[in-house]
Nanobody, 122 residues
Framework: QVQLVESGGGSVQAGNSLTLSCAASGSIASMNAMGWYRQVLKKERELVARIGNGGATNYADSAKGRFTISRDNAKNTVYLQMNSLKPEDTAVYYC????????????????WGQGTQVTVSS
């Protein structure tokens, strides 16, 4: 089994920063892309940022210039540094990872974390 455990959410005032972490553990041969998504009640989950296993990144327009995604492959961990937070960033943030559980596996499996709440007050 594989688990993604997120940490770092919380409540902050607008303009402040938070860093989210997500560590993958379990039966893992290698990691492919990892990312962060967020969801507001009754809305669809949306991509915030994604990072490939080679380090290539892409961001939602709302995150560009304020958020930075990074990863530590040795620790199977992905981070999201969020600066200049705005009230509209309030959401549950979910970690996502594509994981090869076996060495000769053809396609990675997709896993999700349990979500961590980020609340930004004005």
């Amino acid at each position: 089994q594989v688990q993604l455990v997120e940490s770092g959410g919380g409540s902050v005032q607008a303009g402040n920063s938070l860093t989210l972490s997500c560590a993958a553990s379990g039966s893992i041969a290698s990691m492919n892309a990892m990312g962060w998504y967020r969801q507001v009640l009754k809305k669809e989950r949306e991509l915030v940022a994604r990072i490939g296993n080679g380090g290539a990144t892409n961001y939602a327009d709302s995150a560009k210039g304020r958020f930075t995604i990074s990863r530590d492959n040795a620790k199977n961990t992905v981070y999201l540094q969020m600066n200049s937070l705005k009230p509209e960033d309030t959401a549950v943030y979910y970690c996502n990872a594509e994981i090869f559980r076996r060495v000769y596996q053809m396609r990675p499996e997709t896993y999700w974390g349990q979500g961590t709440q980020v609340t930004v007050s004005s």
